[in-house]
């Protein structure tokens, strides 16, 4: 099935994480209903990190077990250490997703340590989550560039990973996060990534558009055989390192592409449009993607489809 894509939705954890509105918990059940009404079957939902250092997510603990009941949907949530594991089992979560980086400067401004005791921290969480056979992804954030020491090595995500793998992740994402990255880069990276065994499947990319390079970068992934992207409905979250600037690539943007392409993943983009919609207005303002405000298209009449 090597033309099956997963679409991995960030909205609701990475979205409304850097948004400066708190979103009140029975909107975002909402956005995640919808969601799951649109066909995604990877949705990000909660971090389970300290709510005073998050406080758009303080929530975790008693939105977890209102998660729809659905079958075949994986609700990831965020994990820096084993006060949030405990929290997050007893909240009912089944899987999680770890959050490292490529540069010691990002991590050690972001969660307040190094790469290396990053990892030390994921260890037990990770095992913990292993022996209760949760999902469990790491992110490998900075993987193309970093807001505080520029340009990254391939070899440097990679070696982060490697060491993900190590602990016992199922996939490794690599995380553009601040949006600088290129189709070259993601070409490179893959094949350091192969080239040091890492198997194409357990490999997910998280672009931002922030430069407006989103949807390339994906096209340079699917042509080097990854086949996991995130992006987060209505494209939520921007750019915390460019204030105004897009952010996460919109879910409704990559549809369209994948759709238009030809590749099967099982979401509406009509759906999608629906949840982007709702939460930009819950959010305040307007739906800033480029399908979001053109809608789809349908090939059979010409129209334009899915419009507001
Ligand atoms: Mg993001």
């Not at 009140?24 to 250092?53: C, D, H, Q």
């Not at 009912?92 to 340590?113: C, K, P, S, W, Y």
């Amino acid at each position: 099935m090597a033309d099956r894509v997963r679409i991995y939705e960030v909205g609701p954890r990475d979205g409304l994480q850097n948004e400066a509105t708190a979103v009140p918990l029975e909107a975002k059940l909402r956005y995640i209903e919808l969601l799951v009404a649109a066909g995604l079957r990877e949705v990000e939902a909660s971090s389970f990190v300290a709510p005073k250092a998050i406080p758009q997510l303080a929530d975790a603990d008693d939105l977890l077990p209102r998660l729809p009941a659905s079958s075949g949907v994986r609700f990831p949530v965020l994990i820096p250490n084993m006060r949030g594991m405990e929290r997050a089992e007893a909240a009912g979560a089944q899987a999680l997703a770890v959050f490292t980086a490529a540069t010691d400067a990002f991590t050690e401004r972001n969660i307040g340590m190094t790469v290396a005791a990053s990892l030390e921290a994921f260890s037990p969480v990770l095992a913990r989550a292993a022996d209760l056979g949760w999902w469990r992804r790491g992110y490998v954030s900075t993987a193309f560039g970093c807001p505080y020491t520029g340009a990254v090595a391939p070899r440097r995500a990679v070696e982060v990973a490697l060491r993900l793998l190590d602990l016992g992740v199922d996939e490794v994402c690599f995380g553009d996060t601040i949006g600088v990255g290129v189709p070259n880069q993601v070409q490179a990276l893959v094949d350091a990534s192969m080239a040091a065994g890492i198997p194409l499947e357990r490999i997910a990319f998280h672009f931002h558009d922030t430069r407006g390079t989103a949807l390339a970068n994906v096209l340079a992934g699917l042509a080097a055989g990854i086949r996991c992207f995130d992006a987060s409905a209505g494209g939520t979250g921007g750019c915390p390192y460019a204030p105004r600037a897009a952010g996460n690539l919109a879910t409704e943007d990559l549809v369209y592409l994948l759709d238009a392409s030809g590749y099967d993943h099982g979401v509406d983009l009509a759906g999608v449009l629906a949840a982007a919609r709702y939460i930009t207005q819950v959010l305040g303002r307007p739906l800033a993607s480029k399908v979001g405000q053109a809608g789809g298209w349908d090939p059979a009449t010409g129209a334009a489809t899915a419009r507001a």
